[in-house]
């Protein structure tokens, strides 16, 4: 089945500890998305690609970056992982027309 | 500040009740969707609706848009255990599906 896949799906770090996060996809969508999810609040959109364009939001961290070597791939990088980064990091796919997102099941980042 | 509020923030109905759940935002959109997300789990499109429709169904789903009001609901009809999960409104303002602003979501919570 086409599915946005990430790993891994609990990832545990430690304060200052680079950490990178995995999203693939078979769906062969051409716009990929981070999005990062604290407990009980909305999806907040990090930055996205649409083919390998990198539109990163403006009041994303710099301590947040993204690859995205092909298609299928896409991971985002933190390179000094604080305590307030520890959330659900969320993958999504979308063809770039009003057909929704696709996402992946998350990856759990917790931080010590 | 987040475009898509939604109302109630819990909501708990009986299996077979139907649920409404309510959603405003502030700015002209091109569409708006709502997704559903299981307890730590990635989120699944359900349905848009773009800002020239006013209503839109789809199986026990039920869409209003209301661009005056800016406002939008969705209803589930004949409500089972396995729709208890928590809904998001999602706001796209450019209609190139981009960039989806998220509410903070509503957890529904359906008895059997």
């Known amino acids: 089945d086409a599915m946005v896949i990430q790993n891994p799906r609990y990832q545990v770090t430690q304060f200052g500890k680079p950490v990178t996060l995995s999203c693939s996809q078979t769906?062969?969508?051409?716009?990929m998305y981070w999005y990062q999810q604290k407990s009980s609040q909305a999806p907040k959109l990090l930055f996205h690609?649409?083919?390998?364009?990198?539109?990163n939001e403006a009041d994303t961290p710099d301590n947040f970056q993204s690859r995205r070597p092909n298609t299928s791939f896409c991971f985002l990088d933190i390179r000094s992982p604080g305590l307030g980064d520890a959330a659900m990091y969320l993958c999504?796919?979308?063809?770039?027309?009003?057909?929704?997102?696709?996402f992946g099941p998350g990856t759990r980042l917790t931080v010590l | 500040s987040q475009q898509g509020e939604e109302d109630p923030q819990a909501l708990s109905i009986q299996e077979g009740e139907n649920a409404t759940m309510n959603c405003s935002y502030k700015?002209?959109?091109?569409?708006l969707q709502w997704y559903r997300q299981n307890s730590g789990r990635g989120l699944v499109h359900l349905i848009l609706?773009?800002?020239?429709?006013r209503e839109k169904h789809s199986g026990r789903l039920r869409v209003t848009l209301d661009t005056s009001k800016k406002s939008s609901s969705l209803l589930i009809t004949a409500s089972r255990a396995a729709d208890t999960a928590s809904y998001f409104c999602?706001?796209?303002?450019?209609?190139?599906?981009?960039?989806?602003?998220f509410g903070k979501g509503i957890t529904l919570s359906v008895r059997p």
């Open positions: 769906l062969n969508h051409n716009v």
């Open positions: 700015t002209s959109i091109n569409n």
């Open positions: 999602a706001t796209d303002v450019t209609g190139a599906n981009s960039k989806l602003t």
């Open positions: 690609y649409y083919d390998k364009d990198f539109n």
């Open positions: 609706i773009r800002s020239n429709e």
């Open positions: 999504a796919t979308s063809t770039g027309d009003l057909r929704g997102k696709f």
